[in-house]
């Protein structure tokens, strides 16, 4: 199966050599950003790069970019299963073709009730695509698992990160699990902040059910709230022990309106 970009020149520039220079922009330079660390999962936003760029640029320069990465993302267009896996073939991408790691899709497949190889979620989704180029710009060799998820209850994003966990346990190096989520969505910068701190606050905690909690409780509008519960989940299995806010930002950071913003984190979990 062959996925053809969705989005390139709508959230991120199409043309490789453009790309390309974006992304030097929006990651941190080697003599600023310190040394790199093994993460088990990162938590990155997924809107247009002039938007949000900058975070995810930094959460990716802080951290190794293992061989292959699992991504997880929200399904934003209703398509598909509601939770779906994209399980073999190639994603075509600007800076160049990304495999699909086969072997794990079906490693994770058998080991999950809930997950189904659906190639039909991901045709239109852009939240897991606009992870892949930074993916691509410090590993341009990088195999990818990508994964849509709809709506779920606790006990199932239970069941899903547990069967990732299962099939990550043991590998070495280990996958990276790429959690795509913005945080509030078009409320004041002051109320986006305040909501976006309560959901953060549980992930630096590593509480994924609190999560989910908190994010019904308080109406926060985090769309990847499933994936982060899910990265949570699998990462605790895998010995997470600590997770670190490495950046915040709102899109009111860069066109200057602030009555309605979206937030953006940019998290690690190691």
């Not at 939240?127 to 990508?146: D, K, M, R, T």
């Amino acid at each position: 199966m062959i996925r053809n970009p969705a989005v390139a020149d709508l959230f991120y520039p199409g043309k490789p050599e453009v790309l390309t220079r974006e992304l030097k922009t929006l990651v941190e330079p080697a003599d600023k950003k310190g040394e790199k660390e093994p993460a088990l999962g990162i938590v990155a936003p997924h809107a247009g790069y002039v938007y949000s760029g900058r975070v995810a640029g930094q959460v990716y320069s802080r951290i190794e970019i293992p061989p292959t990465a699992v991504i997880l993302g929200p399904n934003h267009t209703g398509q598909g299963d509601q939770a779906a896996l994209f399980a073999e073939g190639e994603w075509r991408m600007p800076l160049g073709s990304v495999r699909i790691d086969r072997e794990l899709a079906q490693k994770i497949l058998s080991y999950s009730r809930l997950l189904v190889p659906d190639p039909r979620a991901h045709q239109r989704e852009h939240s897991l695509e606009v992870q892949v180029p930074f993916l691509q710009y410090f590993n341009p060799g990088i195999a990818i698992v990508p994964i849509c998820l709809g709506w779920l209850d606790y006990s199932e994003c239970q069941e899903i990160g547990l069967a990732l966990a299962r099939a990550l346990e043991g590998l070495e190096p280990r996958p990276l699990i790429v959690a795509s989520s913005d945080m509030t969505h078009y409320e004041s910068q002051k109320s986006a902040e305040k909501k976006d701190r309560a959901a953060i606050n549980k992930i630096l905690k590593l509480d994924p059910e609190g999560l989910l909690s908190v994010v019904g409780k308080e109406d926060i509008s985090m769309c990847g709230v499933i994936p982060t519960a899910v990265m949570l989940i699998a990462a605790l299995a895998l010995g997470a022990k600590k997770a670190e806010l490495v950046a915040y930002a709102t899109s009111g950071d860069v066109s200057g309106d602030y009555a309605k913003v979206v937030g953006y984190a940019g998290i690690k979990v190691t």
